[in-house]
């Protein structure tokens, strides 16, 4: 069995567009062959299910940086259809503004909070869409305006309370203590229970991907201008020099070839 872990925003999905039309018929192709597709992705668990619906498939997936396991039933009716694995966001709030001290709060600047222009411009994203990105149950999305110094002195914080700061594309997150990798892992080992033959491939193209990444059989990386390969310490990494859309298939394609998978 090959189940794929990925990324959407840049991976799959047109960076700027969010739009996948050029290989939509090719991650169908993908599924009638029988790979599973799991997204694990920073999105909203709204944002996946309208995704689910443009692909026309319902596919399983792990939604705000790990938070939320969804549908795996839709694999083995056996399986669960929700695992939770984050506090609400509210705990999340609570504990930030007790432990972090203010002045570092006030380094931190709520996207909630902010006007309705000033979050279009920051997810790109207008209308119905913006809304489901607020759509927040486990995470809270703001920007950082401090020195390294203060930053590394907050994620000493948080981490001392169990708490995350996971960095994506155009964000960073306040989160519980989880993450893509633990998800995935989660996922892994309740397939398991059924199918011992596995071979797991992960596409990411930022940094919260990483681990995720290189925690696969074979990790895949998405072009992104943001980073330097030679600065990537993964091993038996395949990349694209194309970005999404169309660097998504050619990274799955050389992925397969590798795991001598035909479809």
């Known amino acids: 069995m090959v189940v794929i872990f990925t990324d959407l925003d840049g991976s799959l999905l047109h960076r700027d567009t969010f739009k996948f039309d050029s290989i939509k018929d090719y991650i169908k192709s993908l599924i009638d062959s029988g790979i599973i597709i799991i997204p694990n992705s920073s999105k909203t668990g709204v944002e996946i299910e309208k995704f689910n619906e443009e692909l026309g498939i319902e596919l399983p997936f792990i939604s705000e940086n790990g938070s939320l396991i969804q549908g795996l039933n839709l694999i083995n009716r056996n399986f669960p259809n929700k695992i939770i694995l984050s506090r609400q966001k509210e705990e999340l709030i609570k504990i930030f503004d007790t432990k972090v001290p203010e002045k570092l709060r006030n380094k931190c600047f709520l996207i909630s909070k902010m006007d309705k222009k000033k979050q279009e411009e920051i997810f790109g994203q207008k209308g119905d869409q913006l809304k489901d ?39 960073s997150n306040l989160c519980d203590n989880v993450n893509k990798i633990k998800s995935m892992n989660r996922v892994i080992k309740i397939i398991k229970k059924t199918e011992q033959k596995i071979k797991t491939i992960a596409v990411g193209d930022n940094y919260n991907d990483l681990d995720m990444i290189k925690n696969s059989d074979v990790p895949c990386l998405v072009f992104n201008d943001q980073f330097k390969l030679d600065q990537i310490n993964i091993d038996n990494l395949i990349f694209s020099n194309q970005p999404s859309p169309e660097g998504w298939a050619d990274v799955i394609k050389k992925a397969l070839a590798k795991l001598n998978y035909n479809v």
Do not use: A, M, W
Not at 149 to 155: D, I, R
């Open 133 to 171: 990105v607020l759509n927040r149950n486990y995470t809270l999305p703001f920007l950082f305006y401090g020195e390294k110094t203060e930053k590394n002195k907050l994620l000493k914080i948080l981490n001392s309370n169990s708490l995350t700061l996971q960095e994506g594309g155009r964000v």
